[in-house]
């Protein structure tokens, strides 16, 4: 999932506000659904299988297959029908760190924490190697250190000003900022956004634009090149400016198609340690280091699967029409993605539980989908729907298309729902309005015609289907756990995951039981380039 | 240096508030002072060279001797007379990290920041062990696991809560909790603290009360002893509440005569990593761990060593006369001791870097005293006042004693200065109030009657000499660096040590120059046990 962002944008609105409906609420129901979520939680028993007992869930990593298997077996155990491992498409490698050992042998000793991106090669064995400083703002500059990489450790002269933290790392939404949210406007229809074009591909692209034509992205992958061919040992990169306090943020070193080589090791160090490293070459002091890293990529099966499983549907003229309610299950590699995300796994398989255990027989079919490759680019919900709902580069649909009612996503880490983003679908207010009064007391009351990006919702949002996403308290997500070392269990807020799951359940039986699926935006245009992969 | 508290304790007082004196200021020389410390200021490169080019400052290890032989001859070089490392009683071993490589490996790999508690031994090459949990509140439990401990890693089963940070970790004094120290009331005489009986040794003795008679240090004791008996090869710790998001706390594993053994492995975790392994091994899940530390002692010189030099008086009557300045020198070892204390170090540098830059001929001798072993029990300061003013176990004083004015200590992060704790000194309240006037723009104003304790004025203090250290903003000192591996160079601030060097060297030239040596309270009580290490 992307960084959040505090201010959230408008998506197309194609229809006036509507009136606020009479839902048909099942008020005894509501307090099942209370009390089985918030007395009788297994979602920290899930979280903990899915992040200290999986490890890291990196795509088609061995952690990825563990977690993705519990899910089957414990969505089974609880009754759920037909859970699998469902393919969708080719993902490309996995991968997994076998070693990690960084340390500074000279000036002085020091063991340094580090992360090896990922789809990164290893040192084959240890490395001992001096630092060398590269000062290059561009490729010609760069040529001055052609002949002089081998053996070397390579430090870009780029240092991250460390920033005092002022301001709390975690917080929750003020009633301020949600009535803010909550009186947002339609604005003019404009396109919706491309889901394969998440938050790191436009930021990579503003950051290029920046620099005038990708200077500096040409300067790093020629960099990596000459350092490849020159046989240079590894490069340090700083995690970047919230990176610090030993908090390293750290995601993918390149390329893992099936037929992609192994990329350069790219080590991303707190930027407290990569500025020691920098400041202590510069000022001419010879900086030695020991490096130690093993990695091994899985190419046997190229493809990618999402865990799929379902709650059938029991009213003979519904029953085919289907409700979704999912996250993805995959993470980045240097924690155990606990909040980015498993907390949304695990309120999602949480939600599938309470609902099994009070024995409902709901008219439409509920069903689950954990998806891979989210981190990058959100492949296992593109797969899923475009395997099963149609293409948006023809928006040609299936015939589920029309029987899709809708889908609830959870991708904003371990803060409690304080509400949910209508994604411009104004016609769905009055309905969400209603469904989000029994849980008043929880802190969910916000509905508001914004869009948030970034995630899974997107793919079903972009061929037309009603696909929508919490409004959760941020809590430290941006500061601390979002694709850092520290997404771990500890960093999960208990009370918080039982009253999402309890929402979640809710909105989940609300949508099967309702009359009539939720309305739907105006079908988007064709986009020829929405099956790109990148 | 001990733990802020936010609540300052009020000393002995013994006269009545003083009627604010008539200080003679030299206004040009303020200006003069104010102008080479925040326009000219070295205090940064002073700090580099402490910290990120000397390593860790650990007593006697080789990162205090290349720290403590870069003052002396930074001092030289400034004209600073008579630069010595000054031996002050004998200390203890030296002791390095020459190797740390700490991982889990099963049930998967990831590797670990750990930090091996200073004064252990190693592992003898890597081991591959298992952790076996210990669940035992007293040491009759402990039995149980005899003989169960070789070729083992031990936890405790002792979990650290997480708690999210609502609360910022860097803040600065507001105006309401200066005006409040600035209001604190003279209290009624009590016996001053002993300046051996540290914050540290007061928490241990309140844990011992808390768990009836010591009941968990005895298991933790007796543990370590079975664990080296029967071969175990190492005990994890989590670092404590405060070790999170990659900040790990850690400081020493035990005793460090020369006559002492080794100390068994004691590896400070963060807490979330500490907490994931016993939750693993707790669930039945088999924890496996490589662990290869190597350390080494130095125990050639047992002495202890501070730095000391100064700027010599030059009116005949009064140059025999000493203001000091100091602060100490040595760190814990995680980090490299940027906030606790190379800024208390290097700021007194450079207040003597600037008094001499400008030329200043004072009337009485400026002197500098970078103290060795503070975090041990302010062992230098200790050993100083003991060698040159006298003994605090029978109040025996020393010719020097009747000449020493005034002793000015910083040891509490990078922060700036605030203003001055009087502990208890009603006198000195109307000088310094004046003294300070100069810098009212810069933040400096508070004279507090309060008391602050926990490092080296207190040892001028204990023997009746006029021994005081300023206020400073808090900033991340308890949060964050304090004792940790993020006491890092990257979390100085610039321009706050440029304010406290120029305010230090103000306050030393006025010393040097005013008509009477400052006030003094009663002289203390002959202390019997005062004399004691720990």
Redesign the interface.
Known sequence: MRKLSRYTTIMALSLPFAALAQEKIDAAMMQKIRKEGLENSKVMEIA?NLT?????RLMNS??YF?AANYAKDALTSWGVSGAKLDPFGEFGKGW??????V?ITA?????L?AFPKAWCGGTKGQKSAEVIVISAKDTVALEAYKGKLKGKIIILDQPT??K????????RYTDEELAKMAAEQPQAPRQAANPADTAAMRRMREQMAARGGGGAARVGALLKEMAKNEGAIALLSSGGVRS?????FAQGGGAYKGTDPENFLDLAL???DF??IL??AK?G?PVKMDVDVKTKFYDKDLQGYNVIAEIPGTDPALKDEVVMIGGHLDSWQTG?GATDNASGSAVMMEAMRILKTLGIQPKRTIRIGLWGGEEQGLHGSRGYVKNTFGDISTMQTTPAHAKFSSYFNIDNGTGKIRGIYLQGNAQAKGIFTEWLAPFKDLGATTVTIANTGGTDHQSFDAIGLPGFQFIQDP??YNQ?THHS??D????L?EEDLKQIATIVAAFAYNAAQREAKIPRKEMPKPRPAGGRNF
């Open positions: 903990f200290d007992k999986s490890g890291n061995p952690g563990r997994e760190l076998e070693k990690s050992y340390a000036p002085y000793y020091k063991p924490l000003d460390y005092h933290s002022f301001k709390p790392d975690a917080f610090h306090d030993g908090t390293i707190g930027l407290e500025n020691t400041r202590l000022s002091t155990t809590i430290e601390r070392n520290m771990v269990y500890d960093h807020i």
